[in-house]
């Protein structure tokens, strides 16, 4: 059975630093691409991809709004990808996910990813 589990959210204050992980399991880590995204729920705004690792050679892709701030990599012994989040800003602020891409690429568009976790929230304030 697949499944994805985000952990590590939380409070921090700006210029603060959290790190997210993705537990998966039914699948490794090494054989698919694994995405964050995420999304503020309230008011709704559109789901935003942060970064993806792809699983051939490891391959890392930020959104500009993240890149030099946010950092992917997994561990494949753990079988869990990691989202290391330093330099937070208030707008980081969001319910962050995880999702495998069953594809060959490593994309940043949600459509491409079959299975998602339910999210963890992240809240960046003084």
């Known amino acids: 059975q697949v499944q994805l589990v985000e952990s590590g959210g939380g409070l921090a204050q700006p210029g603060g630093s959290l790190r997210l992980s993705c537990a998966v399991s039914?699948?490794?880590?090494?054989?698919?691409?694994i995405g964050w995204f995420r999304q503020v729920p309230v008011p709704r705004k559109e789901r935003e991809g942060v970064?993806?690792?792809?699983?051939?050679?490891?391959?890392?892709y930020y959104a500009e709004a993240v890149k030099g701030r946010f950092t992917i990599s997994r561990d494949e012994a753990k079988n869990t990808v990691y989202l290391q989040m330093n330099s937070l800003k208030p707008e980081d602020t969001a319910v962050y996910y995880c999702?495998?891409?069953?594809?060959?690429?490593?994309?940043?568009?949600?459509?491409?990813?079959?299975?998602w976790g339910l999210g963890t929230q992240v809240t960046v304030s003084s």
């Open positions: 999702a495998r891409d069953p594809g060959d690429g490593c994309g940043l568009e949600g459509y491409q990813y079959d299975y």
């Open positions: 039914g699948f490794t880590v090494d054989d698919y691409a």
């Open positions: 970064s993806c690792i792809s699983p051939s050679d490891g391959s890392t």
